[in-house]
């Protein structure tokens, strides 16, 4: 089955740097690829996805970019904001996004003021 | 209201009762899935409905565990005989595609 790695565990960055989180894919099979934050006490919100069929997609400070061969996905967040700070997860499906996703586990993003 | 809605937030019970929880979807997603999700992990597949009809269910989920659709709106999860390893934070999300969390059920067994 599927298996998601995810790196940093944990990361640590200036308000106004950028934050890069790393995550590889194990089932060339899976086409769906989405970023959740989750804040404490919440269910994971969904922030960007991308599918298999485009390199790179982007949403105001947000970014994700794939690249299939190398079965990794990358979120890229610029000018980081206190509100930033979150547990942020990647995830892969297979079916568009229409089957059980597996998540990775998980970075905490700290955004020191 | 327009977000996935979980009852109970929370329970604590002792181990070796039964507890049901509920899940109330977007009205027009007709795929509603259930995860677990222990501390510093990411969520754990469980199973999954299209409408009524459970489509998949995950090794984790082991013969304690029953989940259901009826009438494919509303579903429950109920886990007889829990056990401590059962404490976890239980989510619900319906998608038509998007995938949409509600706010989950912390469950505390003692």
């Known amino acids: 089955g599927e298996n998601v790695e995810q790196h940093p565990s944990t990361l640590s960055v200036q308000e106004g740097d950028s934050a890069v989180i790393k995550c590889t894919y194990s089932?060339?099979?899976?086409?769906?690829f989405p970023w959740y934050k989750q804040e404490l006490g919440k269910g994971p919100q969904l922030i960007i996805d991308?599918?298999?069929?485009?390199g790179e997609k982007k949403d105001q400070r947000i970014a994700v970019t794939l690249n299939k061969t190398a079965k990794h996905f990358s979120l890229h967040i610029t000018e980081t904001q206190p509100e930033d700070s979150a547990v942020y997860f990647c995830?892969?499906?297979?079916?568009?996004?229409?089957?059980?996703?597996?998540f990775g586990k998980g970075t905490r993003l700290s955004v020191i003021a | 209201d327009t977000g996935v809605s979980q009852d109970p937030r929370h329970k604590i019970t002792k181990r070796g009762q039964n507890v049901t929880f509920r899940c109330d979807p977007i009205?027009?997603?007709?795929?509603l899935y259930w995860y677990r999700q222990t501390l510093g992990q990411g969520p754990e597949f469980l199973t999954y409905?299209?409408?009524?009809?459970?489509?998949?269910k995950s090794r984790l989920l082991s013969d304690r565990f029953s989940a259901e659709r009826p009438k494919g709106s509303f579903s429950t999860l109920e886990i007889q005989r829990t056990e401590q390893g059962d404490s976890a934070m239980y989510l619900c999300?319906?998608?038509?595609?998007?995938?949409?969390f509600g706010q989950g059920t912390r469950l505390t067994v003692v």
């Open positions: 999300a319906s998608s038509f595609p998007t995938r949409v």
């Open positions: 409905f299209q409408n009524e009809a459970q489509l998949e």
């Open positions: 991308i599918r298999s069929n485009v």
């Open positions: 995830a892969a499906s297979r079916g568009s996004g229409n089957t059980p996703l597996v």
């Open positions: 009205s027009e997603h007709n795929r």
């Open positions: 089932d060339s099979a899976s086409n769906y």
